[in-house]
C-alpha cells in the first residue's frame, strides 16, 4: 500500500485475542480497537516498568508500536481498504510504571504520533496517558482506540 512505503512503516501481522474478547468490535459508524500491548518487530513482548527497565525513549518506541499493532487490527477490521477510516477519535494508552513516574504522555506520543503520521489530519485524536503498576504479561504499554468509519 502506497501509505506504507511513504512513510516507511511496516505493519505487523493483526493478532488475534487469547482471552474472552473481540479483537475489534464495529457499532453502528465506531470502530473499537481493543488494547494492543507492546511488542517489538519480531512480536517478542516488550516487557518492563518505565522509570526503572525501561526510559522515556524505550517506552515511546514500546507504544509506537502499539500504535503500528492499532493500524494492523484497523486495517483487519475494515476488510484491508483503509480508506473506509473517517477519523481516530480516541486513543487511551497505559504505561507500566514506577510510582513517580510522570511523562506517561511522552512515552504514548509513539503511539499518538504514528498515528497521525499514517492517517495525516484524520488520525487527529483525543487522548488519555494513565500510569498503571501493571499491565497484561508484564508488558510496558497498552493502547486502545476508536475510530470512525463510513
Not at 488494547?35 to 507504544?63: C, F, M, P, R, W
Not at 511523562?103 to 503520521?117: L, T, W, Y
Not at 495525516?120 to 483525543?126: A, E, M, P
Amino acid at each position: 500500500m502506497k501509505k506504507f512505503k511513504e512513510i516507511n512503516i511496516e505493519l505487523p501481522a493483526p493478532k488475534d485475542p487469547v482471552g474472552a474478547y473481540a479483537a475489534s468490535k464495529i457499532i453502528g459508524n465506531l470502530l473499537y480497537i481493543s488494547g494492543q500491548i507492546s511488542t517489538n518487530d519480531k512480536g517478542h513482548l516488550i516487557k518492563g516498568k518505565i522509570g526503572k527497565d525501561l526510559n522515556v525513549d524505550q517506552g515511546y518506541e514500546a507504544a509506537k508500536r502499539c500504535g503500528l499493532a492499532i493500524i494492523s487490527q484497523v486495517k483487519k477490521a475494515c476488510g484491508d481498504d483503509l480508506s473506509k477510516v473517517k477519523s481516530c477519535i480516541k486513543l487511551t494508552g497505559y504505561v507500566n510504571s514506577t510510582d513517580d513516574f510522570t511523562d506517561q504522555p511522552k512515552v504514548i506520543n509513539g503511539a499518538s504520533e504514528i498515528i497521525a503520521k499514517f492517517f495525516d489530519n484524520k488520525g487527529l485524536h483525543t487522548r488519555a496517558a494513565i500510569s498503571s503498576n501493571s499491565l497484561p504479561l508484564g508488558v510496558a504499554v497498552e493502547v486502545d482506540a476508536i475510530f470512525e468509519i463510513n
